[in-house]
């Protein structure tokens, strides 16, 4: 008996267990769990209860697994909504679902496309690779459309795998989707359907994504360009912004980073807000500035940044190189700001839209080419979430940059799966670039990459901690 979603009755169910068996696999393929190899198999159970359905059918259970998917991955979103934004939970929950939901349309769409050309009734090389190919085009839909969210492609999973991980060199980290989707879909065919010809062509596209792995990794990683200083001060998002507390984060930042001179770096790093009053006017940046010419050493600076424009003043999330005797050695205002933390979108049409945001909302976004020089270095800089869009990274290239900088406040996580997430996001824009990636975070983790996503330096969580990296003086 078939209805409105194809079969009816206990195969419903059925097809909606192994959904929801697909989703949940796919988040144990990401950090926290880590298990990586399941990238490659947990579609199989929601792609074996396709076959026989409508497309209704097929975007249903499509859109329950990757809900499922999206819901499990974000899973810190609420605590932090609720936390900080003083949300209640069923608001914060329903909001968690929605943006699960809409993120879980793109490879819903992608599957429901690919059952449109008969891709799981007359399953094939060529189908399979339609899939794929609709898989990637959504994955970049992602991460552009209503401001874009391309956090942890299908090949995220990799990240910590550097031998397979290579491939997004050529086609980047959104191209590389397409190896682990075609083997979920040939193991489909090869055990639904005892279809081998898909089995045998992903066997053929994971040996070569293997041996050019290995080729490239045979190759050593360029010189490092300088000898940096990352410094992580560990100021908890609750007391972050209290008045009050920021000489006392200025003076742990000093602290650490004259620490931090036993190991003669050429400059500094310290992360996103690391400064919790607007520069340059607030009342310690006369101390900043004494603090870094006692340092004798560049120290980039994360703030927010007040400017005086003629419709006002406004407020930018930048990056700030300072040099030892004062001047200010390059600026890079952050471009794509997170909606509903740093700005509302639709804010000033729609006021309710404010009670939303977790922050402020009070930013405004700055052009440029994201590009400060520093001790003879072009430093690429990206903040927050930027280091997702593999797009800003590639025009740091484009400008010139010798090395990827990412400096982040991920105090608001705590110490959940979201640090790991946002350390993987940077070890894909090294791959993709071929550039040095250096994070630095308030909380963690901070680190240090290689151009082929090898982590070479990393640091604690919730601890304050300093570190050098670079050719030693």
């Known amino acids: 008996m078939k209805g409105l979603y194809g079969p009816c009755g206990s195969d419903l169910w059925k097809g909606g267990l192994k959904a929801l068996l697909s989703g949940i696999l796919l988040v144990l393929a990401f950090p926290q769990a880590s298990l990586w190899p399941l990238v490659f198999g947990a579609l199989v159970p929601l792609f074996g209860e396709l076959p026989g359905r409508n497309l209704r059918g097929v975007f249903a259970l499509s859109l329950l697994s990757f809900t499922t998917f999206f819901g499990g991955l974000l899973y810190w979103i609420p605590e932090v909504m ?15 679902l929605l943006l699960g939901f809409y993120l879980g349309l793109y490879p819903a769409l992608a599957v429901t496309g690919a059952a449109a050309l008969k891709a799981f009734e007359r399953p094939g090389v060529g189908r399979g690779f339609l899939l794929g190919t609709f898989w990637v085009l959504t994955e970049h839909l992602r991460a552009r459309l209503l401001t874009g969210f391309p956090w942890e492609p299908l090949s995220g999973a990799l990240a910590r795998v550097p031998l397979l991980l290579q491939p997004a060199a ?5 191209g590389l989707s397409f190896l682990p989707l075609y083997v979920n879909y040939a193991l489909f065919c090869a055990l639904f359907l005892q279809k081998r010809r898909p089995l045998v062509v992903a066997l053929l596209l994971l040996a070569t994504a293997l041996l ?3 080729e490239a990794l045979s190759s050593k990683a360029g010189p490092f360009p300088a000898r940096v200083a990352l410094v992580q001060g560990n100021i908890p998002q609750e007391v972050k912004w209290r008045p009050g507390e920021e000489e006392r984060s200025l003076s742990r930042y000093l602290e650490l980073s004259r620490q931090a001179l036993s190991c003669a770096p050429e400059f500094l790093i310290w992360p996103e807000t690391a400064l919790p009053f607007p520069f340059p006017y607030g009342r310690l940046t006369g101390k900043l500035l004494e603090g870094i010419k006692e340092l004798g050493r560049p120290v980039l600076v994360g703030v927010p940044r ?3 424009t003629p419709r006002g003043w406004i407020m930018r999330n930048s990056l700030v190189a300072l040099s030892p005797d004062g001047r200010v050695l390059g600026v890079y205002d952050k471009e794509h700001l997170v909606p509903f933390g740093e700005y509302v979108p639709l804010g000033d049409r729609f006021s309710w839209l404010r009670r939303l945001a977790v922050a402020s909302g009070g930013y405004t976004p700055g052009k440029g080419t994201g590009i400060v020089r520093v001790a003879g270095v ?5 903040i927050c979430f930027e280091n997702a869009f593999p797009g800003l990274a590639q025009a740091r290239v484009r400008a010139g940059a010798d090395l990827l900088l ?28 071929r550039r040095w990636v250096i ?4 909380t963690g983790l901070s680190g240090v990459i290689d151009p082929y996503g090898r982590i070479r330096l990393l640091g604690p969580v919730n601890r304050p901690w300093w570190a050098c990296f ?3 003086p």
């Open 470 to 472: 670079g050719p030693s």
């Open 212 to 214: 050019y792995g290995l």
């Open 378 to 382: 072009k430093v690429g800089v990206l």
């Open 170 to 174: 050529l086609v980047g980290a959104i």
């Open 82 to 96: 609720t936390h900080f934004g003083g949300l209640s939970w069923p608001l914060a929950l329903s909001i968690h």
């Open 306 to 308: 007040a400017l005086q």
């Open 439 to 442: 994070q630095v975070a308030n």
């Open 406 to 433: 990412v400096i982040t406040n991920d105090a608001w996580f705590g110490d959940s799966a979201a640090l790991r997430q946002h350390l993987d996001q940077s070890v894909l824009r090294a791959v993709e670039t």
